[in-house]
């Protein structure tokens, strides 16, 4: 069973149709880029995977159930463009807040680990906003990762990030990926992404213009893709 | 009970918050002082007349001030998009609700407790005996204020106009809540007990505040994410 | 087709309203203690019994928008909230006029009045958040929300002024438990009724296209600008 299934998905703003006829599937435990210029309908889909939107017409499936079901929010992360965490809240309590809404066990012992994790320990009790914003970003990281998800999604997660943080990230990924979870990320950061993917996707204009296994050529030489594929 | 645990935790982060930074509080508690003085001005605050409206005085106050506390309420979601991080999470948009409500149910008390005492002297009003039932009818007024205007909040989180729309849209919804605890007041003020013929307030406060947070929390869901 | 409709439901409107405005101003008598201005009542009642009915109206397509999310649903809603508020001014006007030649007072603040005049400022709002939402399925689905919240605390609204002792005359017709009209005066009130019904129909079909219409130029424009 693919973790997740999209199967003839449109998406209108009133008649303006940003997602065409958007099919495909992605396995468990691969990594999926997900390409294409600004506009295309990246984020718009990637808002539906995650369950904040609704497609118009179309039928998505994630892990096997309905996008906005409980249990199907349980197992999923979302790390879109703004951090997700609370400016008026430590580090601590933010990552306490989120494992206690996702139904954790012991919500202070998985937020001291995952505080460890980034290293943000030595400040787990400031404000976040008085984080610089690299702190910012592991915050947002650990949030991502804390509850075990089965499927990660990730809005341009590299963007904003310096070198350390990218490098924390791919280790993260990796280790989800070696234990068989699944990611979608959508990214114009086409080198560290194409690292770690197993899967492509072009999105141009709505419609998926490609779908395929990412190949060493495609590591090679990133723009590949869209000189073949996408728009001049 | 799970719900109400959920919802618990959203409360407890957005009083935390509150708590921290207090700019609703303050901004609420000046505007109440500042209401309660303009309208000293508006009429003879030492007369006789005024003990006949002290009671819808009262409660203009706490709707005006409670207003500022509600546009905030989802609004402050938007920073960093953490509405979208709730709203990808297990809680459902009923809990969340519930949570915010909560929440600013009990900032918009803790303003009406601070201006109760300012109003009392400002106006000579005497209320000693009563002050039970008071605090009753500030209760449940306050429950139906606050589940309109956070429902209200999180229908305009992302509309343009947004501080012009709520008080706009909330005001006129209020309404049977306002003259139920108007009423009320106004018998409380006078030193008289709450008689029979008043009785049909209550249940007035009481029947609003149960249709209107059982409809909130069925609608909510649809107005967050369709 | 819907353009036959329309005249047809006009024609038929117009033609009754003739007959009855005959009806009213030469044939019946003035009333026992108001006089002339009785006839105000005509043209009142009708006005407040029918947008009362199209406000629940309106908000029942809101929910099959909600249940289907076509929207038509929602267009038909926005419409019929539009010629309903149309017709609570109408109401509300000629109460005023009532009242101001028996009680001398162009406003008095008594439950009926009142009730109408919040029910307007809550569809006011209606028509202000509608236009402050551009994206139509956001717009359909806060506007069925909306109108269900109005349509609700309208009736809390009613009920809770009633308790309210009132200066608004009382029940007139019998079906409501009041005096009853002198017979032959009853009869052109609801011939007025079934006017008012056909014309707001006629009314709600002509915004519904009007709505069309401007959704297609948007629609147009937004391929324009996208493409």
Redesign the interface.
């Known amino acids: 069973m693919p973790a997740v299934a999209i199967q003839g998905v449109w998406k209108y703003f009133g008649d303006y149709p940003a997602l065409r006829d958007i099919s495909f599937d992605v396995e468990p435990g691969s990594c999926l880029a997900l390409l294409g210029r600004n506009g295309a309908g990246k984020t718009t889909l990637l808002r539906i995977l995650a369950g904040l939107s609704r497609s118009s017409r179309g039928q998505i499936t994630i892990l096997g159930q309905d996008a906005r079901a409980e249990a199907t929010r349980r197992a999923v992360s979302v790390l879109g463009h703004g951090i997700g965490v609370y400016d008026e809240l430590s580090a601590f309590e933010n990552l306490q807040l989120f494992a206690r809404l996702y139904g954790l066990t012991d919500p202070a012992k998985v937020a001291n680990e995952w505080l460890e994790r980034t290293n943000l320990n030595r400040v787990r009790d400031g404000l976040v906003r008085e984080f610089s914003r690299g702190m910012r970003q592991r915050l947002a990281v650990a949030r991502t990762f804390l509850h075990n998800p089965s499927l990660l999604l990730l809005d341009e997660p590299f963007t904003a990030l310096d070198d350390r943080a990218i490098k924390m990230l791919q280790d993260l990924l990796r280790a989800a990926l070696a234990d068989g979870r699944t990611v979608i990320m959508s990214t114009h950061q086409l080198r560290e992404a194409l690292q770690l993917a197993t899967d492509v996707a072009l999105v141009n204009r709505g419609r998926l213009a490609f779908r395929g296994k990412r190949t060493p050529e495609m590591l090679e030489d990133p723009t590949w893709l869209y000189r073949h594929y996408g728009e001049a | 009970m799970k719900f109400l645990r959920q919802a618990w935790a959203v409360a407890a982060k957005d009083l935390r918050s509150e708590i921290r930074s207090k700019e609703s509080i303050n901004a609420s508690v000046a505007f109440a002082l500042v209401i309660l003085l303009l309208f000293s001005f508006a009429f003879d605050p030492t007369s006789d007349q005024v003990r006949e409206i002290a009671g819808g005085l009262l409660w203009l106050v706490f709707a005006f001030a409670g207003t500022l506390i509600l546009n905030r309420s989802f609004a402050r979601e938007l920073v960093n998009d953490c509405l979208d991080a709730l709203l990808a999470s297990p809680v459902s948009g009923a809990q969340l609700f519930l949570g915010k409500t909560i929440a600013n149910f009990v900032i918009l008390m803790a303003v009406e407790t601070l201006a109760l005492p300012v109003f009392t002297v400002f106006y000579n009003v005497h209320w000693t005996q009563s002050i039970g039932l008071v605090f009753v009818v500030m209760l449940l007024g306050t429950w139906g204020l606050t589940v309109i205007g956070t429902l209200f909040s999180a229908m305009t989180v992302n509309l343009r106009l947004r501080e012009l729309m709520l008080p706009m849209l909330v005001y006129p919804m209020m309404i049977p809540a306002l003259m139920g605890a108007i009423q009320l007041s106004s018998v409380l003020v006078a030193g008289e007990p709450v008689g029979a013929e008043n009785q049909i307030w209550f249940r007035l406060l009481v029947a609003f505040d149960v249709i209107f947070s059982l409809l909130a929390l069925a609608l909510v869901e649809t107005v967050l994410v369709g | 087709m819907r353009t036959k409709i329309i005249v047809l439901l006009s024609v038929l409107a117009g033609a009754l309203l003739a007959w009855n405005l005959h009806t009213i101003f030469l044939r019946v008598p003035d009333e026992a203690s108001q006089g002339a201005v009785f006839r105000v009542f005509y043209f009142h009642f009708p006005a407040a019994v029918t947008s009362f009915t199209l406000f629940f109206i309106a908000m029942f397509s809101g929910l099959v928008y ?1 249940r289907n999310r076509d929207l038509r649903y929602d267009s038909a809603a926005a419409a019929i909230n539009e010629v309903a508020f149309t017709f609570a001014l109408i109401t509300l006007i000629t109460g005023m006029i009532w009242g101001r030649i028996i009680w001398g007072i162009w406003w008095a603040w008594d439950p009926r009045i009142t009730s109408y005049f ?1 029910c307007l ?2 569809y ?2 209606y028509f ?2 509608r236009r ?7 717009r359909a ?2 506007s069925a ?2 109108s ?3 349509s ?2 309208i009736v ?2 009613w009920k ?2 009633e ?1 309210f002792r009132t200066q608004h005359p009382g029940p007139v017709l019998e079906i409501r438990g009041g005096g009853g009209m002198a017979p032959g005066m009853e009869a052109p009130l609801f011939w007025n009724v079934l006017v008012f019904l056909l014309l707001e129909a006629a009314l709600v079909l002509v915004r519904m296209r009007q709505q069309l219409i401007q ?1 297609e130029i ?2 147009l424009r ?2 324009a600008h ?1 493409f």
């Open positions: 909600l919040i400022l809550m006011f709002g202000m958040m402050a939402i551009d994206e139509p399925h956001r689905r806060l929300v909306l269900i919240l109005a609700v605390d809390i609204v809770s002024i308790w959704s948007e629609s937004r391929y996208a």
